[in-house]
């Protein structure tokens, strides 16, 4: 589906640094003379933003796993229709915070049945992988304290506690096995800047 351009997904769990590390990167690569667009999920488009409130704000159970993963996959898609793949056509470099991986992670864990649903919309309905993902690895404690630190109304996911942060730290790295040519893996527990050299050094060497 896409042509030129360059995609890059992020990915870990709250409070590992995604944020603050696609801000980085952004402005690197923009150095660097790229036009880049920041943007993330649920969300990133108008519609898939009114999605995103449905799915982040409200009690944990507020949708059956099944219902949550379409809600995902209706956002993605019109963030998809609408901003990264216009912007792939246009040349430019997407970088955006979570995609499928993350939907593969909250809701495809909760059961073998569910995975597969989201790995069959995925392939039905998105049918887009990124370039590059950038899983950011780090101590669900650390990430927790840091997601904690921030007051925002979404919390559906962060108040899962640290538990279920550790079974999806653990699966991300397992993702990462899955995914070889398509996921690395940095060392969230590093400082701000030397994360984000890490993470410069492996973007530009997939860029060249
Ligand atoms: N390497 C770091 N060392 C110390 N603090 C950090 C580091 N990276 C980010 N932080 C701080 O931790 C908090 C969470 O970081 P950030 O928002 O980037 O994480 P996130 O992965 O986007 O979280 P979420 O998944 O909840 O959106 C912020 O207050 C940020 O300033
Ligand atoms: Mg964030």
Same mark, same amino acid.
């Given at each position: ?31 660097? $003379?790229?036009? @880049? #667009?920041?943007? =993330? ?10 999605? /995103?409130?449905?799915? *982040? ?33 246009? $040349?430019?470099? @997407? #970088?955006?915070? =979570? ?10 864990? /909760?059961?073998?049945? *569910? ?40 919390? =559906? ?52």
């Amino acid at each position: 589906m896409k042509e030129k351009g360059f995609f890059i997904s992020f990915e870990g769990i709250d409070g590992s640094g995604k944020s603050t590390q696609i801000q980085r990167l952004g402005k690197y690569l923009e150095t660097l $003379g790229f036009d @880049v #667009i920041i943007t =993330r999920e649920p969300g990133g488009s108008v519609g898939g933003e009114q999605i /995103r409130n449905l799915l *982040l704000q409200g009690a944990v159970d507020r949708w059956s796993p099944e219902t949550e993963i379409l809600l995902f996959t209706a956002s993605r898609r019109d963030h998809l229709e609408r901003i990264i793949l216009p912007a792939l056509e246009n $040349g430019k470099i @997407v #970088i955006c915070d =979570r995609f499928t991986d993350s939907t593969r992670m909250y809701q495809g864990m /909760r059961g073998p049945s *569910l995975r597969k649903f989201v790995e069959l919309l995925n392939e039905k309905v998105i049918k887009c992988n990124p370039d590059l993902t950038i899983i950011i690895d780090i101590n669900p404690e650390t990430g927790l304290k840091r997601a904690k630190s921030r007051k925002t109304a979404e919390e =559906r996911f962060e108040n899962f506690g640290v538990d279920l942060q550790m079974k999806m730290r653990q699966g991300f790295i397992e993702l990462s096995k899955e995914f070889s040519n398509r996921i690395e893996v940095v060392n969230g527990q590093q400082s701000v800047d030397k994360l984000a050299q890490d993470i410069c050094t492996l973007v530009k060497a997939r860029l060249s």
